[in-house]
């Protein structure tokens, strides 16, 4: 079984801020990594995936991700946030072995500063 | 494509009421899955289907709860008799591929309050 820790619950980020959203996982096998995000009263949607090759992975509005095995972490970051980031972020993890089932994280709600 | 339609997005009821949640999946997805997000526990998996047949229902909390998917393009979550604790929000998603590599798409969800 997988797991996923989020450990920062809330981010204050001041607008055009660099910002790190942290993501450590636990799998005794090969995992596939997300990150989704969720707007205010919306569901949530895919912002970047890591399923093999290259360790750095770009999402969609400026986000990256970096996958490290030795650190089992998968932290997000993005140069300059912008109050359109203001959202709640979830990592997610699944093996690659045909399981169909993804386990969450517990959320960083980034809260942008003007 | 009109994304994953859940309805209603909003439900209060009082305790021991039945409810009953709605889903839509996007057309021609395969898989449904259905989540509860609460503060204290995250985003948990109740159940998936795939091909309108239930795979895995180990996240169904308790026998209160109930999932079918008569077709490709319905799926209900009931809960008989409803609890306060059972307040949360639903969230049903589909996806078009075998795999978790393959990105789950999202409904925006219905919120239960039981009073």
């Known amino acids: ?114 | 494509d009109a994304g994953v339609i859940q309805s209603p997005r909003h439900e209060v009821t009082e305790m021991g009421q039945e409810v009953t949640l709605r889903c839509k999946p996007i057309s021609g997805h395969d898989y449904l899955f259905w989540y509860r997000q609460t503060m204290m526990r995250g985003l948990e998996l109740l159940i998936y289907f795939n091909n309108n047949v239930p795979i895995d229902d180990s996240g169904m909390p308790e026998d209160r709860f109930s999932a079918k998917m008569p077709n490709a393009s319905f799926s209900t979550l009931k809960i008989q008799p409803s609890e306060p604790r059972d307040s949360a929000v639903y969230f049903c998603a589909s996806r078009g591929q075998a795999g978790s590599n393959s990105p789950l798409h999202f409904g925006n969800g219905t919120r239960l309050t039981v009073t």
């Open chain 1, 1 to 114: 079984a997988q797991s996923v820790t989020q450990l920062d619950s809330q981010v204050p980020v001041f607008e055009e801020a660099p910002v790190e959203l942290r993501c450590n996982y636990s799998s005794s096998v090969s995992v596939y990594l997300f990150w989704y995000v969720q707007y205010p009263n919306q569901g949530l949607q895919l912002l970047l995936k890591y399923l093999s090759g290259s360790t750095l992975v770009k999402g969609i509005n400026g986000f990256e991700a970096e996958f490290n095995k030795s650190q089992t972490s998968f932290h997000l970051r993005k140069p300059s946030v912008h109050i359109s980031d203001t959202a709640e972020y979830f990592c997610a993890v699944s093996d690659n072995f045909g399981n169909e089932k993804l386990t969450f994280g517990t959320g960083t709600r980034l809260t942008i500063i003007p």
